[in-house]
């Protein structure tokens, strides 16, 4: 079975900085574009950064650019958000999730398997 389990979230003031881990298993993971999603409360699931499977091409959300950085570790099937400058709107669930075919945008509906998500909170 697939999964993706992220880890890495937490409590941080304003200006710091977390780095959350997506480690995924049951699939090729190398093959497949991977992407971070995140959602406050009362508010819709905004894509935060994709990567596509060699890490070669990224994209950002326009909030979190020159601030967030995603990459990953193929050998270790381990994706990663380093998130610096942390600003409390950054607060929220955030969800690692792999989709197929070619990797480009935050359409949610195209990424078939999700995490069960990890909490920032930045105060």
């Known amino acids: 079975d697939v999964q993706l389990v992220e880890s890495g979230g937490g409590s941080v003031q304003a200006g710091g900085s977390l780095r959350l881990s997506c480690v995924a298993s049951?699939?090729?993971?190398?093959?497949?574009?991977m992407g971070w999603f995140r959602q406050a409360p009362g508010k819709e699931r905004e894509g935060v950064a994709y990567?596509?499977?060699?890490?070669?091409?990224?994209g950002y959300g326009r909030d979190v650019q020159g601030r967030f950085t995603i990459s990953r570790d193929n050998a270790q099937k381990t994706l990663y958000l380093q998130m610096d400058n942390l600003k409390p709107e950054d607060s929220g669930m955030y969800f690692c999730?792999?989709?197929?075919?070619?990797?480009?945008?935050?359409?949610?509906?195209?990424?078939?398997?999700w995490g069960q998500g990890t909490q920032v909170t930045v105060s």
């Open positions: 999730a792999s989709r197929g075919g070619y990797c480009s945008g935050f359409d949610h509906f195209k990424y078939a398997y």
């Open positions: 049951g699939y090729s993971y190398s093959r497949y574009c």
């Open positions: 990567i596509d499977g060699r890490g070669a091409r990224t």
